[in-house]
């Protein structure tokens, strides 16, 4: 019952999503409004990998004391009796699994474990109080700690990945420093690692974030990495937060920075913003996440064709990706990603 629920609130997002967006005068009159591509047939971020219809969900841990955690197993594993792992560290006040659904469901069906700790303390209190970023990394890290401990033998601790959004992002970077599990490789979702900048302003002037030091654990970090932007994400801005992280990791066996570009050709729009790898569940009205939270996440095919691409060459063992945005249903090709730096 709980998996049909869900997979109706996610419908149910999708098709809200699709409604807030009125596509650009691009299409010719009285012809009918193009459409986004869906999720691609082949290659990265597509189901041709697939080898599990269905997983199993673990908790541990206490919500109210920003402990909790979640692991999701495949009713298949990827290497038979085991299962590398992939660590999701969630943005600011979004601790809810749900709203990284589509990302969970991709990576379970592709028959890898995936664990989700929550460290942020939800509602006001999160917003108002739990603001030290150095207190919600332990919390992470200890609650990862807790899914491998009941995991056992079915996670390959020697194949873990790490993918944070957002403040995931910052977090991500001090991982290994604030001695989180060691992973092999780090994948930054729209980092945002300067964010008493990004606070708006009416939030600012009662919240003072205490971050991690990012720039000194990221110097350290050794292991393949990647970040992804997009070019509408006013909370971390490609030229700022993306920019400052790629400079940090000086020592990263491989670094490169992709921004995928909104598309308002057809209908729905594809919105390169803060929030496009997320998608709306409901737990936060669309006006609150437009508001603070530059956007409200839509299952579309930046997910598929740029964030899940981007992740399963990264799992893959690439160090670079060539990107298939697809094209609107009237032909049109979907606006390429670029490569930022190097």
């Known amino acids: 019952m709980y998996r049909l629920m869900r997979a109706a609130a996610l419908a149910a997002a999708v098709i809200t999503g699709a409604g807030l967006v009125v596509a650009a005068g691009a299409t010719p009159a009285g012809a009918a409004t193009p459409t986004p591509p869906g999720q691609q047939a ?52 979004l601790q809810a699994p749900q709203i990284y659904q589509g ?76 001695g989180g599990v060691p992973v092999q490789s780090i994948m930054f979702a729209n980092p945002s690692v300067n964010p008493n900048a990004s606070l708006p302003s009416f939030v600012a002037s009662f919240v003072h974030i205490t971050p991690v030091p990012w720039q000194s654990c990221a110097a350290g970090i050794t292991v393949p990495t990647m970040i992804l932007t997009g070019d509408q994400d006013t909370i971390a801005p490609p030229s700022v937060d993306p920019t400052m992280l790629y400079d940090a990791l000086t020592h990263a066996s491989s670094r490169v920075v992709y921004e ?27 006006w609150l996440s437009d508001f603070v939270f530059d956007g409200t996440g839509t299952l579309d095919a930046l997910d598929y064709r740029f964030y899940w691409a981007a992740l399963d060459a990264q799992l893959a063992g690439q160090t670079g990706v060539s990107f298939d945005m697809g094209s609107w249903s009237d032909g049109v090709p979907v606006a390429p990603v670029t490569q930022l730096l190097p």
């Open 42 to 93: 082949t290659g990265y971020g597509s189901q041709a990998s697939a080898v599990s219809s269905g997983y199993w969900e673990g908790t541990a841990g206490n919500q109210w004391a920003g402990s909790e955690v979640w692991w999701y197993v495949p009713t298949t594993l990827k290497d038979g009796s085991s299962a590398p792992v992939v660590v999701m560290l969630h943005g600011f006040e």
């Open 103 to 178: 990302l969970i469901d991709h990576l379970t069906s592709e028959g890898y474990i995936v664990i989700f700790p929550q460290y942020n303390l939800a509602g006001l209190i999160g917003i108002l109080m739990d603001t030290n970023q150095n207190t919600m990394e332990q919390r992470a890290i200890s609650a990862v700690n807790d899914a491998l401990g009941h995991l056992g033998s079915l996670a390959e601790r020697n194949h873990i990945a790490l993918w944070g959004h957002s403040l995931g992002g910052s977090l991500a970077a001090c991982w290994t420093a604030d």
């Open 260 to 286: 995928a570009h909104s598309d308002t050709h057809g209908s729905p729009a594809l919105l390169a913003n803060h929030m496009a790898s997320t998608t709306s569940t409901g737990i936060l009205p669309s």
